[in-house]
């Protein structure tokens, strides 16, 4: 209903930038999904090509210095990236969000610790924080997956408990409170429903964020293990090529993450204006 | 006593919220070293390692201890400024960190002079004509540059101003043996303060392309947030009053608007550290620029937990510095701000 309401309401520019945002997103998530029947090559055999193929018709974007196929890479990497993501978002909301509900209805010493706690982990550079624990675990997508939920767990936290602290004073909550609801019946049903309405905004913003931060592990060769197509290592390994004017192996890559980044972006940013209609300026 | 609301009392009072956040980053650092798997000394000599060797490398770090005398012992080594010894290369860890924070500290200082400057201007002009073309550009710019890896932008520049056009060098922090006496470890301050000017242009001329990497990258939320904060002081009351008063438009910008948009960049500029850190080890990486960042990298691939662990808490440290840095500022431009 609200999200109807509030669609409705909409500047055109909001919604211009939600569907450019999901479009993009989509056109990556189908690549991903379809990524074995679309390749052109083998993404993890090098032998199929000549190395250092430059674009043409039969390698699209060049193939690399042992000869893998950029173009196939790339189309199978994005299936990396959405496993990683999907994985390390919901490591990240399945601890996160209670954390932040509970925190938040109880108030208290406990939830005064929770924050403290939460506000140092944010406070610390989110990429550090990544690089150590990805390091420590080994590489792997599940272990990927899980240095990058690291950093977002203080995030959903940080949202929910506010929105929590906002919404448990509400009338409504109130009354529920008077008729005898037990806190289980409470949290459940009249603030959890409120409060997960924020959980989209902070998933695809923290997606948009996860993209680069996978990226940036495997670029310093802590992502998934090699030779798995993903961006970051693809990049990584195209380091050395530009001094002999080879580009195609570092231009193309860093395209694909710059994409889906902005994708994921446009529509957290389109859904947060949709969202939250204070935040709308009116000319 | 101090008066209620006074700034010293703010100071104070912050000074003393900081200790508990720094004691739990510290046990975070700890504990996060501790629980990781496998045992760090074996972890770096291999399997096959001597036994003894292994039991030497661990009586000599302290390793063969119980965890709360080694965490009491890191506790106390850090308000000594003792972060131990390299487990790889026996080197004090504080020299370590003396050694390559300078490089660290002059491209973040150099980046995040760029970003505020491409942010200020781009989000003050972006804001004063909302929803102008150049408004549009602004936006696009701040969200296209926040979605590049950073990696990827040096990488472009390099092969772009490195290779093509043979305008920047694509790595290193100054010609080899052109490097400055100094105690900064700045080159460019030290460069300055000896009258070296090759030096200074040098590295001046090295620092560029990762600087402006960095910067760059920074700068999309410098951008976005001077913006949203241009627009809604030009709708405030007192501009329109001034205004009102028949003061020019663009006296109004920057007299009345402009001050006060400012005011809540320099508490983005504290978090903004932590970014630039973050940041500065993918741009160190790409650059080969020999800073913190590839140092912890470093120490990382060996899996020496102790330098780690050392850079790490300093890392910490800068980040409590910075906010702590930030937080007065602010307290002591904006009355409002008081306990």
Known sequence: MRWKLSYREASGFSKAVVWTGGGIVLLFLLTALLSPWLVPYNPVDYEENQPYTSPGSQNWMGTTKLGYDVFSRLLAGSRIAFTVILLAT??????????????????????????????????????????????????GVVNAALAISVVYIPQYFRVIRNHVLSVREEVYVEAARGLGASRRIILQKYILFNVIQSVPVILTLNAADAILTLAGLGFLGYGVTPPTPEWGYDLSKAMGDFASGIWWTSFFPGVFIVFLTLGFSLLGEGLNDLLNPLLRGKK | ?????????????????????????????????????????????????????????????????????????????????????????DKEVR????????????????????????????????????????DFITRLYGILI??????????????????????????????????????????????????NFSAFLSALHHLALPALTLGLVISGIFTRMVRANVIQTMRSDYVEAARARGIPERFVLWRYGFKNALIPVVTVMGLEWALLLGGAVLTETTFTWPGLGTT????????????????????????????????????????????
Do not use: C
């Open chain 2, 146 to 195: 926040y979605s590049t890896p950073i990696f990827w932008l040096g990488m472009m520049f390099q092969l772009i101003f490195g290779v093509q056009l043979g305008w920047f060098p694509t790595g290193g922090r100054i010609t080899p043996f052109l490097e400055p006496k100094g105690v900064t470890g700045l080159y460019l301050l030290d460069s300055l303060l000896t009258g």
């Open chain 2, 296 to 339: 912890l990298l470093y120490y990382l691939k060996n899996r020496d937990y102790i330098a780690v662990q050392g850079i790490i808490t300093f890392f910490a440290l800068i980040v409590i510095f910075f906010s702590l840095l930030v937080d007065l500022i602010n307290a002591a431009i904006d009355p409002r701000i008081r306990y």
């Open chain 1, 90 to 139: 919901s490591f990240a909301m399945f601890i996160g969000l209670p954390l932040g509900l509970i925190s938040g209805y109880s108030r208290g010493k406990m939830d005064r610790f929770l924050v403290m706690v939460m506000d140092s982990v944010y406070a610390f550079p989110s990429l550090l924080l990544a690089i150590t624990v990805a390091a420590l675990l080994g590489r």
């Open chain 2, 95 to 134: 020299h370590i960190i003396g050694q390559s924070f300078g490089a660290t500290l002059e491209l973040t200082l150099m980046a995040m002079i760029i970003a505020m400057g491409v942010g200020i201007l781009a989000g003050t002009f972006a804001g004063r004509k909302r929803d102008s073309p150049l």
């Open chain 2, 1 to 89: 006593m101090e008066r209620p609301g006074s700034l010293k009392l703010y100071i104070i009072t912050r000074l003393l919220l900081v200790l508990p956040m720094f004691l739990i980053l510290l046990t975070l650092v700890f504990l996060l070293l501790r629980i990781a798997p496998g045992d760090p000394v074996l972890a770096m000599l291999g399997p096959k390692a001597p036994p003894e060797r292994i039991a030497e490398l661990r009586e000599a770090h302290g390793l063969n201890r119980p965890l709360p005398v080694q965490y009491f012992t890191y506790l106390a080594g850090i308000f000594t400024l003792d972060l131990g010894r390299s487990m790889l290369n």
